[in-house]
């Protein structure tokens, strides 16, 4: 098995934390190609934006803990990141609104001062926490440092410098991860818009979110770069068409790819940690037990290990409340395996 085609099946995990529809991201992924392949990028570049665009988002794990307590349904304010230009006081705006739901009122506006009092350090810290847990899953997947892992941690860099890492601006922020900040927002206007709500919303960001050589280039091409996005991709023969994509894993190294996406699968509710090696052990130990084959124990191992990946669409105010949980909440945990 490839490398990229764990890394493309993962990535449909993010769409769901995202709230995003499947594929969102790798086809966020094709149009940045496409658009990169008028700009000239080198086969370097070419492979590392695959990586860039599959893995950015991996890090949602990592900031839910803030995202959650701030904002409730940590899935429903990500997917609200995409209609919003998130500096200034339309940031600060956007979070009012969302702080705090689905608690009384009195909580709400509690929570909102202390918002407007700490200027959002701790959702500050959780964005860099999800940066860097990017680029350990990137270093874990063997990744190269200077064209995959270093970018990764510019997921919330900004053009204009008002992202993090604080100050990081322009052409300080490798180029695939430039065409990937615009590719993530157009892919969702295109979608619920169209052409035209893409081209818009590239142009309002132009000099702040994005870049302006990036912008440019793609309103010129705009229909060609997006395609059509009830198009159904051949992602398997899309990715078997790069040569920068053809890296095989050994068996071992596929068995630590999918620890790695175990183990930040877990990392969706803190008192999991652990659990998915657990049961992988536990159902390797069961399998040997009854004497099955080596290639099916083998297999009943990594299936373990890739049981709760579909927690990545169960809101962390669902995974991690004290309370019961009502026959909604019920039925969309117990959903999350299909």
């Known amino acids: 098995m490839k490398l990229p085609e764990i890394v493309a099946a993962f990535s449909l995990a993010s769409d769901l934390g995202l709230g995003q529809p499947m594929e969102h991201v790798l086809r966020s992924w094709l149009i940045a190609a496409r658009l990169g392949d ?8 070419r492979g590392a934006l695959y990586n860039v665009s599959t893995l950015a988002w991996v890090g949602c794990v990592a900031d839910t803990p803030e995202v959650a307590a701030w904002f409730g349904d940590d899935i429903g304010f990500r997917s609200g990141y995409y209609q919003v230009d998130l500096a200034g006081l339309p940031m600060l705006g956007f979070m009012l609104r969302h702080v705090g739901a689905g608690n009384p009122a009195l909580y709400r506006l509690r929570l909102g001062g202390r918002l407007v009092v700490t200027g959002g350090k701790g959702i500050q810290q959780g964005l860099m926490s999800h940066c860097l847990t990017t680029a350990r899953m990137a270093e874990r997947f063997g990744l190269d440092d200077e064209h995959v892992c270093r970018p990764l941690q510019q997921v919330f860099a900004r053009w204009d410098g008002k992202g993090m890492p604080q100050g990081m601006r322009g052409e300080e922020i490798a180029l695939p991860m ?161």
């Open 38 to 45: 008028r700009l000239g990028l080198d086969p370097a570049e």
């Open 178 to 338: 430039r065409l990937f900040h615009l590719a993530d927002m157009v892919e969702v206007h295109h979608r619920t818009g169209g052409p035209d709500a893409a081209v818009e919303v590239a142009r309002a960001k132009r000099g702040k979110q994005f870049d302006p050589t990036v912008v440019d280039a793609f309103c010129q091409v705009a229909p060609e770069v997006l395609g059509d996005p009830a198009d159904e991709h051949d992602w398997p023969a899309l990715i078997g068409s790069e040569p920068t994509l053809q890296r095989r894993l050994t068996e071992t190294e596929l068995d630590g790819a999918l620890e790695a996406v175990a183990d930040f699968t877990d990392l969706r509710s803190a008192p999991r940690a652990g659990h998915s090696r657990a049961v992988a052990t536990l159902a390797e130990g069961a399998a040997t037990e009854l004497g099955l084959p080596a290639a099916d124990v083998t297999a009943v191992r990594r299936a373990a290990l890739l049981h709760d990946l579909g927690l990545h669409g169960v809101p962390s105010n669902i995974l991690d409340k004290p309370a019961p949980l009502t026959p909604h909440e019920t039925e969309r945990l117990r959903m999350h395996p299909y």
